[in-house]
């Protein structure tokens, strides 16, 4: 049964492919880290999204009517060291495939395979060798017009399976509403161990050990742990600071299960209660927050939640008299960028950052049932800029959740990771 949903994607491409098209898609390969240690292998996205097979090097190639598949074959000794290998004859009796063969036929079938392919659908970029070797299929192809016979006129990326990744299924949901509740394990345990004097690695750690026992990958992306004016660097990723009294925290994690990762951002203080000045920001960012979360709904612009987000938050930065002129004025000179420097959110699926077009024909998309996104406004506080007040210097909040595009009631995947102030200060209070 687990394979039935591979079957049924690879049809949903095959129907979209026209006579003379072919879809080209490569696993990923294994890297190496040092010397002939490899890196942890995690599937290429794409290729798993359609195959649901986790070994390296494969290559899937579809035709409107065709399907074909490379493995790694079959090799009782290298098998004992890397594990046991599915097979050619097993790949295409599990996925109902036309053909299957062993990767290292590639090199004399890919000429037969791209034969009279006018349009190659493929993600040229990941892999420079691969495409060379393409590259040469194609011009070897080309060269044999006497005789009938073309390679590929014209290469594109096949859009149309970043869009259909895009809406999510029932079960693609459930993914990541299970790697929504692992990783709130792991922020809770952070709630209720942070103490100051920690580092930020063992912080780090924490969020490791929730998300490896509940059977994740790990993280989703490289965990941000960041405290202090560390949480200023949008991509802080060093985590190796000492955590100071009346530090904030900001941890951007999500775990990753079965594929699909969860991007959450929560900040709370090191110590029992937020400062005045840190609960201030604090608030204005969760109020913005919330009302990007009511307005992510089907039928709005993508970029109109940001647009009002930043709205929402010139506001709270004038209340606090952080900026100078009207709302509008702030935001048509962009003022506000000194504080707030990056956008709203982001689609959310097998990557932290998923494939999908956030702009059609020069305007931005409208929000569609089944869409996932982030919701994750934030401030920051240059801690070396001195026309800053001095107690809101080194600040730096963001509070991000994962949010289901659901007609007029968005749903907050990630609502049960508390994140009010009085949520958090009470859990703190058990904390030391």
């Not at 049924?8 to 002939?36: M, P, V, Y």
């Amino acid at each position: 049964m687990l394979y039935e949903i591979y079957k049924k994607r690879i049809k949903k491409i095959q129907s979209h492919l026209k006579d003379g098209e072919t879809l080209l898609l490569f696993a990923a390969n294994h890297l190496i880290r040092n010397r002939d240690v490899e890196y942890k292998f995690r599937q290429d996205s794409d290729f798993f999204y359609l195959t649901g097979i986790t070994e390296p090097d494969g290559i899937l190639v579809l035709k409107k009517e065709y399907s074909g598949l490379f493995v790694l074959p079959k090799d009782k000794e290298k098998e004992i060291w890397t594990g046991i290998r599915i097979g050619k004859k097993e790949a295409k009796k599990l996925l109902d495939l036309n053909e299957s063969f062993d990767t290292t036929e590639w090199n004399d079938k890919s000429v037969e395979l791209l034969t009279n392919t006018f349009t190659l659908f493929h993600f040229f970029g990941k892999d420079k060798e691969r495409d060379s070797g393409l590259i040469a299929v194609c011009d070897h192809l080309n060269k044999r017009s006497r005789i009938g016979q073309y390679g590929p006129h014209r290469i594109e990326i096949p859009d149309f399976l970043h869009e259909m990744r895009l809406i999510k299924s029932k079960e693609e949901i459930d993914a990541i509403k299970e790697s929504a509740e692992i990783t709130k394990d792991g922020h809770l345990a952070l709630f209720k161990e942070t103490k100051p004097g920690m580092f930020e690695y063992e912080l780090e750690a924490i969020l490791e050990r929730e998300y490896l026992r509940q059977g994740a990958w790990g993280g989703g992306y490289g965990h941000i742990v960041a405290s202090g004016a560390n949480a200023t660097i949008l991509h802080y990723t060093f985590n190796n600071a000492k955590i100071k009294k009346g530090d904030l925290i900001l941890i951007d994690s999500g775990a990753e299960k079965n594929y699909y990762t969860a991007d959450v951002t929560r900040v709370y203080p090191a110590d029992k209660k937020f400062t005045p000045a840190q609960r201030d920001i604090y608030e204005v960012v969760l109020d913005a927050q919330k009302r990007a979360i009511k307005n992510t709904i089907a039928g709005k612009q993508f970029v109109a939640v940001h647009e009002e987000t930043v709205r929402d938050l010139c506001i709270g930065l004038k209340y606090l008299k952080l900026i100078k002129g009207s709302v509008d004025s702030v935001m048509e000179k962009g003022d506000y960028r000194k504080f707030y420097m990056h956008r709203t959110g982001h689609w959310l699926g097998m990557d932290v950052h998923d494939v999908g077009k956030y702009f059609e024909k020069g305007e931005s998309r409208k929000l569609l049932d089944g869409m996932v996104t982030t919701v994750e406004p934030g401030l920051y506080f240059d801690p070396t800029d001195k026309s800053i007040p001095k107690h809101f210097r080194g600040i730096g909040i963001r509070i991000e959740d994962d949010i289901l595009v659901n007609g007029k009631n968005p749903i907050n995947l990630t609502s049960s990771i508390p994140k009010e102030v009085e949520e958090i200060e009470a859990i703190r209070e058990t904390a030391f």
